[in-house]
């Protein structure tokens, strides 16, 4: 056998879903590059077909993925990615698509569902695909993404190490921990050359603490002691020995509820930065989404700072603007311009990590 596979024709999944339809059945859809298939994909596309009753898989063109990817991907041409992923028992068609989205492709299939992995919310979504996917009615599921599986990293681990120090990145938060995972995606997918020796959280039971475990990184509860609101003398001691340990190179507050002082202030000085969800110097302090609403503001966003011992006052490293719609709450807000953060926190770790520490301004050392 020596003719290539040929993926299937968007005419024969206009008839799958006709079928699917004609017998109350439904066609799942989702689309991604799938470059090097892994165990994380597997899990993906299993738990997609789960949610109906066919799926099938729009897969970006060897074109597209240069576009999305670099020069040097895709790895494998899109016949052979198209066979390999109709070899899984959970996958029933591959269409291919040029283009970065699939907009195209979803207004002639008009899927019953539509699965998207990773870090979206609904309203994260392309607009463009956004709109294709209420105008065929599709039932949109964003399902996570398995964490510590990625085809990227699997490029960089058969690599080696890269040449020059990765800069050593501590994490800490008390939250969802989106901010985490954002960074973690950037260290996979080789956008971030950093490693994250150190997740530390005061809530044993959060979100951000449990991505942590679950991406295989070292992470540590401290105990912040009886205080509801402070972090008690204890707490800031081992803190700073857990970073001390992990080597940190920086130290990102990424939604940790509580104020760090000394030791750790005086030791990482200018090596620690926070992301706050507003404009600065606009609404300090908690509930910044909340705070424009209430000002009236036409935009607001986020900003990536140096943190000193004055709270969300040190000096903005970075900042990016998002419109505030008629219509919003404090919750789509800050849905909204957390999508903002989770590109603005790992681009300024990149920055760090190829320029060097940023200093804190012309005639300080
Ligand atoms: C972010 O909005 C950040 O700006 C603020 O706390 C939130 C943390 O969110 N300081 P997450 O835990 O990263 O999802």
């Given at each position: 056998m020596?003719?290539?596979?040929?993926?299937?024709?968007?005419?024969?999944?206009?008839?799958?879903?006709?079928?699917?339809?004609?017998?109350g059945k439904k066609l799942v859809f989702t689309n991604g590059c799938f470059d090097l298939l892994h165990a994380g994909h597997v899990r993906y596309l299993n738990e997609a077909?789960?949610?109906?009753?066919?799926?099938?898989?729009?897969?970006?063109?060897?074109?597209?993925v240069r576009a999305l990817k670099g020069a040097g991907r895709p790895l494998n041409g899109q016949n052979d990615r198209a066979e390999v992923l109709s070899a899984l028992r959970c996958v029933d068609a591959v269409v291919v698509f040029d283009g970065e989205?699939?907009?195209?492709?979803?207004?002639?299939?008009r899927p019953h569902i539509y699965a998207k992995g990773g870090d979206y919310t609904v309203d994260s979504l392309n607009p463009e695909e956004r709109a294709a996917l209420q105008?065929?009615?599709?039932?949109?599921?964003?399902?996570?993404?398995?964490?510590?599986?990625?085809?990227?990293?699997?490029?960089?681990?058969?690599?080696?190490e890269k040449a020059g120090p990765r800069l050593r990145i501590a994490v800490l938060g008390s939250g969802e921990g989106s901010n985490l995972r954002a960074i973690i995606a950037a260290v996979e997918n080789g956008t971030l050359d950093a490693e994250i020796a150190a997740?530390?959280?005061?809530?044993?039971?959060?979100?951000?603490?449990?991505?942590?475990?679950?991406?295989?990184?070292?992470?540590?509860?401290?105990?912040?002691?009886s205080n509801p609101?402070?972090?008690?003398?204890?707490?800031?001691?081992?803190?700073?020995?857990?970073?001390?340990?992990?080597r940190a190179d920086v130290i990102v507050l990424a939604g940790f509820m509580r104020i760090l002082k000394?030791?750790?202030?005086?030791?990482?000085?200018d090596r620690i930065v926070n992301v706050h969800p507003s404009l600065l110097p606009k609404h300090k302090g908690a509930n910044a989404p909340q705070?424009?609403?209430?000002?009236?503001?036409?935009?607001?966003?986020?900003?990536?700072?140096?943190v000193t011992a004055e709270i969300d006052a040190g000096r903005v490293l970075a900042q990016a603007k998002v419109p505030v719609l008629p219509g919003d709450t404090s919750e789509t807000l800050h849905a909204r311009i957390k999508i903002e953060e989770h590109k603005l926190l790992p681009q300024v770790l990149r920055e760090w990590q190829e320029r060097g520490l940023p200093v804190r301004g012309a005639g300080e050392s």
């Open positions: 020596t003719d290539e596979y040929q993926p299937q024709e968007i005419a024969t999944v206009q008839r799958l879903r006709a079928e699917l339809d004609a017998n077909r789960a949610l109906g009753d066919a799926l099938v898989i729009g897969l970006n063109s060897d074109s597209s989205r699939a907009t195209a492709l979803i207004e002639a299939i105008e065929a009615a599709s039932d949109i599921r964003i399902l996570p993404l398995v964490p510590g599986r990625s085809t990227t990293g699997t490029i960089n681990k058969m690599a080696g997740v530390i959280s005061d809530r044993r039971d959060s979100n951000f603490l449990k991505l942590g475990e679950e991406s295989g990184l070292p992470v540590h509860f401290v105990d912040p002691g609101r402070k972090l008690g003398e204890a707490a800031q001691k081992e803190i700073f020995d857990h970073l001390r340990r992990a000394e030791p750790v202030i005086s030791a990482y000085g705070l424009a609403l209430e000002a009236g503001d036409a935009e607001t966003g986020c900003t990536v700072h140096l």
